[in-house]
Nanobody, 112 residues
Framework: QVQFGESGGGLVQPGESLRLSCTASGGVFSIYVMGWYRQAPGKQRELVATITRNGDTIYADSVKGRFTISRDNAKMYLQMNSLQPEDTAVYYC????????WGQGTQVTVSS
């Protein structure tokens, strides 16, 4: 399976920003749809945002207007603005239509 890796998480205060990066094995960015997921302790993993090969994007209602997903020829990114405590989770990247191996994720903690 395709392997994924995430980076860029950290501890921030409410209202601050983070930019997450996703790297994957060869071929994954040729997949039609790529996406960011997150999982908070005790909760199910949820799909945060998706982006198609031609740049069309969809966002979960909880992050719409605050997060921006993007991709280039090597990586996928998630710009996270106006972070709130409820955004605290481990963030993962993957391909929703062709799920590959999950990476370790990157921890995002939003706390005052």
């Amino acid at each position: 399976q395709v392997q994924f890796g995430e980076s860029g998480g950290g501890l921030v205060q409410p209202g601050e920003s983070l930019r997450l990066s996703c790297t994957a094995s060869g071929g994954v960015f040729s997949i039609y749809v790529m996406g960011w997921y997150r999982q908070a302790p005790g909760k199910q993993r949820e799909l945060v945002a998706t982006i198609t090969r031609n740049g069309d994007t969809i966002y979960a209602d909880s992050v719409k207007g605050r997060f921006t997903i993007s991709r280039d020829n090597a990586k996928m990114y998630l710009q996270m603005n106006s972070l709130q405590p409820e955004d605290t989770a481990v963030y993962y990247c993957n391909a929703p239509l062709t799920i590959g191996s999950w990476g370790q994720g990157t921890q995002v903690t939003v706390s005052s």
